[in-house]
């Protein structure tokens, strides 16, 4: 039986085109399909790409305006109408209150090992920027639980990339984004596994 993912975005929409094509392969082993792509911005990449694969898409504004569990009952309608049971916040960048029906079932992706540059105002280039900043030798990515603080939750699963010297914020990101597209669609078997 497939899982039904909702799938959350704010921008270009990479990981959601890396899931659709990875759940249309039956030799990539993902048993899942797309129920719907959510977004809290008009006008972003991610809304393109569900186009493309038609796919259910609904943009929920004013979320700056609302409470974060205000809002959050808006999208978990959503999501409930689309039967989805598993919800992936992919680049999504908003807070997400969870209800307690979805407790362990919202899955995030960040550009870091977490608990190292993890936090409220990390994210995108602002995280390499930071690893670049500090020094290090190794950075990566994290999959992980969503929990009611910021990159908080339990870890399904991390992968890794080496820091180069000379390397930039944007050629960083790019190593980094090579092993998220591996990373998210391992979790998810992980964690369907479980």
Not at 16 to 31: K, Q, V
Not at 140 to 165: A, K, M, S
Request: hydrophobic share 45%; net charge negative.
């Amino acid at each position: 039986m497939s899982h039904r993912l909702a799938v959350l975005v704010s921008g270009t929409g990479r990981h959601l085109e890396n899931l659709a094509e990875l759940s249309r392969d039956p030799a990539a082993d993902l048993d899942a399909e797309i129920g719907v792509v959510i977004s809290n911005r008009p006008g972003v990449g991610a809304l393109d790409r569900a186009a493309r694969f038609e796919l259910r898409a609904e943009v929920l504004e004013g979320a700056e305006a609302e409470s974060d569990e205000t809002y959050g009952r808006r999208v978990f309608e959503v999501i409930r109408d689309a039967e989805a049971d598993t919800v992936v916040l992919a680049g999504f960048l908003k807070k997400l209150w969870i209800p307690e029906d979805f407790a362990g079932r919202v899955i995030n992706i960040h550009p870091s090992l977490l608990p190292a540059f993890g936090g409220k105002g990390y994210y995108g280039m602002r995280v390499h920027r930071a690893v670049l900043e500090r020094g290090c030798q190794v950075t990566g990515c994290t999959v992980h639980l969503v929990d009611d603080v910021y990159d908080n939750g339990p870890i399904l699963h991390q992968r890794w990339c080496e820091v180069h010297p000379g390397d930039s914020a944007e050629a960083l990101a790019a190593r980094v984004f090579e092993e998220e597209l591996l990373a998210l669609p391992e979790a998810l078997r992980r964690f369907w596994r479980r």
